[in-house]
């Protein structure tokens, strides 16, 4: 049997590559960072769309990255970003302006003529869970109705939580030995937003893929007393899950001065996950890319440093 060497494979996807431009908006945020690294990784050319290039930071530096300014509520400002662009990876905040931004993109993408655009959307894995009770997961179901009518190709790519989240409670952890949620004692299935990104990279730079709904968790059903246990593995001392209710989560999140729009909409999360015990799980993207769905502990040991008591700063 003869095997292609990965040289080979890469040489093969840039010749194919050759004369087409793919588009990375929201290359700020955290998913949007993660997909331009892995462009820049593979030494595929890509163009990452930031509002405020002052902001763009390390993006800057990455070799074959493009960084280009543009609102995707200001359509005006899209112009150069869109100019030779085939295909376009869509995302944006989820906050109160998700989908006048994303559709006024995808308008501004008919107009320029790009031919695919690959929405990042989402979705709750718990079986049962209601996507219309929570706002975000409605939101990007009117978003992919619009873009699915607009005449582009299209892909959704529908991953559930992030594990990314569980970064926010390092000083809890850390100071009090307390993991305090409103999940309790449901299982959740939080991926690895580099999972994603690696998947991503791959849905961009092969053809096949017009017309999927993929969807994306990670590969444990974990109570947050198990995560809770990893979090003890981790530091070395014990960490207790706390259930909270979430309307004592909504509370301190108003008094921390979290946005409202957020906090009311995670607030109709938490509610109706606590009626959605277990989840399902997704590796079906994760295989279909060729992508190792990474474990919990897999990813505590990558962000490790991150709970350094001398890492958690007032």
């Known amino acids: ?3 292609i060497k990965a040289e080979l494979l890469l040489e093969l996807l840039l010749d194919r590559l050759k004369g087409e431009m793919i588009l990375i908006t929201g290359a700020t945020g ?3 960072k993660a997909v331009v690294q892995q462009f820049a990784r593979h030494g595929v050319p890509v163009r990452a769309l930031v509002r405020d290039r002052a902001r763009a930071g390390a993006l800057l530096e990455l070799s074959g990255v493009d960084v280009v300014e543009g609102d995707l509520l200001q359509p005006q400002t899209l112009g150069p970003a869109l100019e030779g662009i085939d295909r376009a990876l869509m995302i944006s905040t989820a906050d109160s302006t998700l989908v006048e931004a994303q559709c006024t993109f995808i308008d501004a993408a008919v107009s320029a003529g790009v031919r695919h655009v690959v929405k990042y959307s989402g979705f709750e894995s718990g079986k049962g869970f209601d996507q219309e009770k929570f706002r975000y997961t409605r939101n990007h179901q009117q978003i992919e109705r619009y873009l699915e009518t607009s005449g582009l190709e299209w892909t959704h ?5 992030f594990m990314q989240v569980y970064l926010r409670e390092a000083r809890s952890i850390i100071e009090r030995g307390i993991l305090a949620l409103p999940a309790g004692d449901i299982r959740l299935a939080p991926v690895d937003i580099d999972d994603i990104a690696a998947v991503t990279f791959r849905l961009l730079t092969t053809e096949g893929h017009e017309g999927s709904a993929l969807h994306m968790t990670g590969p444990e059903a974990l109570t947050m007393g198990e995560v809770a246990a ?3 593995e981790l530091i070395g001392k014990p960490v207790e899950y706390v259930p909270i209710t979430p309307e004592e989560r909504r ?3 108003l008094s921390a001065g979290v946005p409202v729009d957020f906090v009311e909409a995670t607030y109709q999360q938490a509610r109706e996950r606590l009626n959605c015990p277990e989840p399902e799980l997704r590796l079906d993207t994760h295989y279909r890319f060729g992508v190792r769905p990474t474990t919990f502990a897999e990813f505590l040991q990558r962000h490790k440093h991150i709970f ?7």
């Open 30 to 32: 955290n998913n949007g």
């Open 308 to 314: 350094n008591q001398s890492a958690i700063v007032s």
């Open 251 to 253: 509370e301190y999140m």
């Open 157 to 161: 790519l529908r991953p559930g939580q």
């Open 1 to 3: 049997m003869r095997y």
């Open 230 to 232: 990893l979090f003890s």
